[in-house]
């Protein structure tokens, strides 16, 4: 693979009426994240309702293996859907920006989803200017 990665944020936010061992199973056995990895933290929503944000830092050769994966096992539509927006997804030519669809991740299906999403935050190894066009043949 041509785009070489440094580190990946993986976050999510869940509600009070979520099961965390549902979300972390599936984000263990479909992303290959393992639940020890992430920190978490209870805060107060908008309306007094607790929320846990999630948090893990990915990096060395398992960040590789996730983006791999995630790539991978997009659909057809989502690589072409990430291709076509992948300016907008890149950061200071450092961080590329993708959001997962928690609930389909749950049921076994990694697909885009920005309602409720897991986030990735990708650092990229190499220094700017980042070839886009590295990225979009990995995805095509």
Do not use: C, W
């Not at 992303?31 to 999630?54: A, D, W």
């Not at 690589?79 to 200071?92: D, M, P, T």
């Amino acid at each position: 693979m041509n785009v070489r990665l440094e580190s990946a944020v993986v976050s999510f936010y869940l509600h009070a009426t979520e099961d965390p061992n549902k979300v972390l199973d599936a984000i263990d056995k479909n992303l290959g994240i393992p639940r020890n990895l992430f920190s978490m933290q209870r805060m107060l929503g908008h309306f007094g309702n607790e929320i846990t944000v999630y948090e893990a830092l990915i990096s060395d050769m398992q960040v590789q293996n996730l983006f791999e994966k995630i790539v991978r096992s997009l659909s057809a539509s989502d690589r072409y859907e990430l291709s076509s927006s992948l300016e907008s997804r890149i950061e200071r030519n450092l961080f590329l920006h993708l959001r997962l669809n928690k609930q389909r991740l749950v049921l076994g299906f990694i697909e885009l989803g920005d309602s409720d999403p897991i986030k990735l935050k990708f650092r990229f190894a190499q220094k700017p200017p980042l070839e886009i066009g590295a990225v979009k043949a990995v995805l095509s």
